[in-house]
C-alpha cells in the first residue's frame, strides 16, 4: 500500500523555540495532505489541509501564524510549530490519500507514524 | 462540524471472544471508515464502507452501516492478543472535494490472552 513518511518521531524542545516537521509521500504524488493532532487518550482533530503550491485551510480555532503549513512540492508537506510552548506538546500526525482513487473510494488516508512534541 | 463517537470507551475481552465497537455521527456522509491505532503510532486503514451499502466483511472484520441511525458498528471476531489497539471510526461530510476526516472518540480495545 502506499506509504506516508513523518519525521522526526518524537522532538524535546524549550519552550520558545521553534519546530519542523515533515511528511513525506514515499510511492504517490500527493497534492493534499492533511494535519491532525491528538492529545493523550482523546482522538484525532484535524488541524489543517495542506495544498500543494497554495496556502494551507485551517479548520476553526487553529492558529495559522503558530502552526505553519508549507507544501512545496507534490511528496513533502512541512508543519512548522512556531515559538512552542508546553501546551503546544502532543502527538501530531500527517496523512495523504493517493490521487486516482476516484469519487468512490476517496479519502483513505494513509497516515505517517506521527511526531510526538513535548515543549520543556 | 460533524463529530464520530464510538463506544464503548474501553473494552477489555479474553481472547477468541468477539469483540464489538460502535460508531454514531452527526450528518451526512459520502463514506464511514475504521482505523486502528496502535499505542502512540500512526493510525492504519482498516475497512471503508460506503454510504450506500450496510455491511461490509474483510478478514474478520465485519462492519455494517446504518444512515438511518447514523451509526456503524466493528465487529471482530475471533480476537488476538495483537487486535490490542485503539480503533476510531472517521467520516468525511457528503458534498464531495478533498475534505480531511472527522474521527470519533476511539474505543480502546485490551484481548487478554
Known amino acids: 500500500g502506499a506509504v506516508v513518511s513523518q519525521h522526526p518521531s518524537r522532538v524535546i524542545c524549550k519552550s520558545g523555540t521553534s519546530v519542523k516537521i515533515e511528511c513525506r509521500s514515499l510511492?504517490?504524488?500527493?497534492?493534499?495532505m492533511f494535519w491532525y493532532r491528538q492529545f493523550p487518550k482523546q482522538s484525532l482533530m484535524l488541524m489543517a489541509t495542506?495544498?500543494?503550491?497554495?496556502?494551507?485551510?485551517?479548520e476553526q480555532g487553529v492558529e495559522k501564524d503558530k502552526f505553519l503549513i508549507n507544501h512545496a512540492s507534490l511528496t513533502l508537506s512541512t508543519l512548522t510549530v512556531t515559538s512552542a510552548h508546553p501546551e503546544d506538546s502532543s502527538f501530531y500526525i500527517c496523512?495523504?490519500?493517493?490521487?486516482?482513487?476516484?469519487?468512490?473510494?476517496?479519502?483513505?488516508?494513509?497516515f505517517g507514524a506521527g511526531t510526538r512534541l513535548s515543549v520543556l | 462540524s460533524q463529530q464520530g463517537e464510538e463506544d464503548p470507551q474501553a473494552l477489555s475481552i479474553q481472547e477468541g471472544e468477539n469483540a464489538t465497537m460502535n460508531c454514531s455521527y452527526k450528518?451526512?456522509?459520502?463514506?464511514l471508515q475504521w482505523y486502528r491505532q496502535n499505542s502512540g503510532r500512526g493510525l492504519v486503514h482498516l475497512i471503508l464502507?460506503?454510504?450506500?451499502?450496510r455491511e461490509k466483511h474483510s478478514g474478520r472484520l465485519r462492519v455494517t452501516l446504518d444512515t438511518s441511525k447514523k451509526s456503524s458498528s466493528l465487529l471482530i471476531t475471533a480476537s488476538r492478543a495483537a487486535d490490542t489497539a485503539s480503533y476510531f471510526c472517521?467520516?468525511?461530510?457528503?458534498?464531495?472535494?478533498?475534505?480531511?476526516?472527522?474521527f470519533g472518540k476511539g474505543t480502546h480495545l485490551i484481548i487478554q490472552p
Open positions: 472517521a467520516t468525511d461530510a457528503a458534498g464531495g472535494g478533498a475534505d480531511g476526516l472527522t
Open positions: 450528518t451526512s456522509i459520502n463514506n
Open positions: 495542506s495544498n500543494e503550491g497554495s496556502k494551507a485551510t485551517y
Open positions: 496523512s495523504a490519500s493517493p490521487p486516482g482513487w476516484g469519487s468512490l473510494a476517496k479519502n483513505i488516508q494513509y
Open positions: 510511492d504517490f504524488q500527493a497534492t493534499t
Open positions: 464502507i460506503r454510504s450506500n451499502e
